[in-house]
């Protein structure tokens, strides 16, 4: 058959959006008469083996392999689009991530589209406003006309405005919509409906966001960075420094300057719910050229703020990781604050982080990556070029850190070391405390001292956290819940003893010693509801005395000069993880909660309870030393060839039965062992605790040649599945693994 050549650029080739891996596109359509609607990145809705599907357009071509007569039409080309440095983005993340196009692509489609449904734009919002007229004004005059009371004082309201919606002037003189609408009538006011952006609400916490005066060292960094936008020098950048040390002014000064060249800016931070100060200085500084974009806005927020990106009403992006896929055009800079969370690693398929995306996208459209941190990962330490804040703002003293052994300390005496417990005590008015312990509930764990039973999740092999404000014991994997025993489930002895402590019991605790201030706590638990956390640090903030308690949500971003204490328990439990990161996430602990006190003039201390008070990361974090840290934990992976001098690539099954799960992770890296790249070490399948209700299977590949590895793996999936050994099996890759 001969291919179809027809006008140039009449074939639109359609990447299906679609979230199986069996259908693999570009497919082609024929677009006559639309080449003057459709370029790359088009939403279209075309037919696709009888039914209609979401599709989006990945290139333009005058011909196909196909014949004429197999060539449909789009049934319809939507109004939404996105840019063609999407689309390229989305394949790259595909090819890296071992993932789809269309699942590469759908991130950076419009709110809504990803999953393949029909993009709807919610109904717009609009209301009623009113402005003065000249016959109104004149009727506030001696020789106006008769005016009843509220319609005097709608008039008077609006005598000093250009205009205000009849909701404002209900709050302000408590007339009604009825009201404005007889003096409308009368020619005293002219009514009109308009359009109105529905706002994400950003509750103040903290500080004033007003314009500061930059210190030298800040300076000195914003000078680097502008010579990076004009393109003199390099472009990836670290800004370290200290807690307290001004990095936020450095990014707004940064942004600026791309603004001021007619260029866009990316701001990403860890959690949206976790760094309200953050997000709420930059729109208080640059206004509405920033839109805010997260998973907690509304559907109609959430649709009007990508909408302003698009268009280019507004020209900087503010968000978590999946911000970096705002639709903004002539990128100047993206820049990722606290670039050692681990949040910007994106659990679903495709598995990317957002922090190797940003530089990609950077790269790409030729802008500046600017990441930053007081406790850089030791990859950005190695990669990036660095500029330092080495001091906190008005040259104030870093805390004194106090490294307290729990191992002198009988268990009897409770979770709290006397030291601990002295300095809340002796809180004045006007001073506040924080107090983390990274983990929820009231006990972690509940045993029958009879007969050693520990009451476990029955989908996952974890044991139960009590809760006890809700008298339930719960699962924090697969969040199954159940009343607390009254006896054992084992042997029915009522002897069951609860061991551990959590926040709920820290918050009782502490609350015993600083009362009558308030505690509050902050995990989870109180935040899960939208907006929780950001009130709940409001109203810390707004306290003239007090204490948090939390999980690690507390050490994340926030700035309160009127705090003088920080306090983290069990300091050393991330040191336990069989992870080689477990140490570097230990160091970011402790310092990051260190680095919440003394921020005010009268100076701060933390103290920190720990059962390894000799660990390498608690001392250096003590001694306020992450460049030490880093040279040591670099050392350490360079000797056992570790990330940053190697890459990893997970590949993880999950099914019912362990049995069939276990043999088809063992023929996948069979499959796979042959195929990788030479000096490439291929560890396992090790079995991995279960969770709701699937049991687990793990392989890693250690490599320096990822790109190799990823194909390998993928092949070996596909050609697993296809041969059905896989069905009935969850399969994921992981590049990079957190």
């Known amino acids: 058959m ?100 269309s699942r590469g692509i759908a991130l950076g489609l419009p709110p809504g589209a990803g999953t393949g449904r029909i993009p709807r734009a919610p109904k717009p919002r609009s209301e009623q406003r009113a402005r003065l007229t000249a016959a109104g004004r004149a009727a506030l005059g001696p020789e106006g006309g008769r005016l009843g009371d509220r319609q005097r004082a709608v008039l008077e309201d609006l005598a000093g405005m250009e205009e205000r919606s009849n909701a404002e002037l209900r709050e302000r003189t408590g007339a009604p919509a009825s009201v404005v609408k007889r003096l409308a009538e009368r020619g005293l006011v002219e009514s009109r409906r308009v359009g109105v952006r529905r706002r994400p609400a950003l509750p103040p916490v903290g500080e004033s966001a007003g314009p500061v005066r930059l210190s030298a060292a800040q300076r000195e960094s914003a000078a680097r960075v502008a010579a990076a936008l004009r393109g003199e020098g390099d472009r990836e950048l670290l800004l370290y420094g200290v807690t307290g040390s001004g990095k936020t002014e450095v990014y707004l000064e940064a942004i600026q300057l791309a603004l001021a060249s007619s260029r866009t800016a990316i701001l990403l931070v860890p959690e949206i719910g976790l760094t309200p100060q953050t997000v709420g200085r930059v729109v208080a500084r640059l206004g509405d050229e920033v839109a ?19 268009s280019g009403e507004a020209r900087v992006c503010v968000g978590p990781r999946s911000a970096v896929f705002a639709p903004l055009e002539d990128l100047g800079i993206v820049i990722v604050d606290e670039e050692h969370d681990a949040s910007y690693k994106q659990e679903g398929d495709p598995r990317y982080d957002a922090r190797a995306v940003a530089r990609r996208r950077a790269e790409m459209a030729g802008a500046v990556y600017l990441a930053g941190s007081a406790t850089p990962r030791p990859e950005s330490w190695s990669e990036l070029t660095r500029l330092e804040l080495p001091e906190r703002i008005d040259a104030r003293p870093m805390p004194e850190v106090g490294i307290l052994d729990m191992r002198e300390v009988s268990p009897r005496s409770g979770p709290l070391h006397p030291e601990v417990r002295a300095a809340l005590a002796d809180l004045e008015p006007g001073e506040k405390a924080i107090v983390m312990l990274n983990r929820r509930g009231f006990s972690p764990h509940l045993s029958c001292a009879a007969c050693g039973h520990s009451v476990g999740c029955p989908h996952c092999d974890v044991s139960l956290v009590l809760h006890r404000a809700g008298g339930r014991m719960s699962c924090h994997h697969c969040g199954h819940s159940e009343p607390v025993p009254t006896a054992c489930p084992e042997c029915s002895a009522v002897t069951l003893a609860r061991f551990g402590a959590g926040t709920e019991r820290i918050e009782g605790l502490v609350a015993e010693l600083v009362a009558p201030a308030p505690v509050f706590r902050l995990d989870t638990d109180t935040a899960a509801r939208r907006g929780a956390h950001g009130q709940l640090l409001a109203r810390f903030g707004a306290a003239e005395s007090g204490v948090l308690v939390g999980t690690q949500m507390v050490a994340k971003g926030h700035d309160f000069a009127d705090v003088v204490l920080s306090v983290l328990l069990d300091a050393d439990s991330t040191l336990r993880y069989p992870d080689f990161r477990a140490e570097e996430r230990t160091f970011a602990l402790v310092s990051q909660l260190a680095g919440r006190s003394g921020r005010g003039e009268r100076g701060g201390r933390v103290l920190i309870q720990t059962l390894a008070p000799d660990s390498e990361p608690i001392v250096a974090a003590a001694a306020h030393d992450a460049p030490g840290f880093l ?75 990822p790109r190799s590895v990823v194909a390998a793996v993928s092949g070996a999936i596909e050609s697993q599945s296809a041969a059905g050994l896989l069905r009935g099996l969850a399969v994921a890759v992981d590049v990079d693994p957190q």
């Open 292 to 310: 805010v974009l997260h998973s907690g806005l509304s559907e109609g927020q959430r649709f009007d703020e990508w909408r302003r990106l698009r």
């Open 2 to 101: 001969q291919p179809y050549v027809g006008d140039p650029m009449r074939i639109a080739k359609v990447e299906l959006i679609t979230t199986t891996r069996a259908l693999r596109g570009p497919f082609d359509y024929r677009i006559d008469g639309l080449e003057r609607r459709i370029e790359i990145g088009s939403l279209l809705i075309v037919p696709f083996a009888r039914r209609r599907l979401l599709g989006v357009v990945v290139g333009l071509a005058d011909e196909s392999e196909l014949g004429d007569d197999r060539l449909a039409e789009p049934d319809r080309v939507l109004d939404v689009s996105t840019t063609a440095e999407l689309i390229e983005l989305g394949g790259w993340i595909a090819e890296r991530y071992s993932s789809t196009r």
């Open 631 to 705: 040279r040591g934990e670099l050392e350490r992976r360079r000797r056992f060839e570790y990330p940053p001098f190697s890459s990893l690539v997970a590949v993880e099954l999950a099914g019912p039965d362990e049995q069939p799960l276990a043999a088809a992770a063992e023929q996948v890296a069979a499959e796979i062992a042959p195929a990788v790249p030479a000096g490439s070490e291929l560890l396992g399948p090790a079995p991995r605790f279960r969770r709701r209700r699937k049991f687990r299977r793990r392989l890693l590949i250690k490599t320096t040649d």
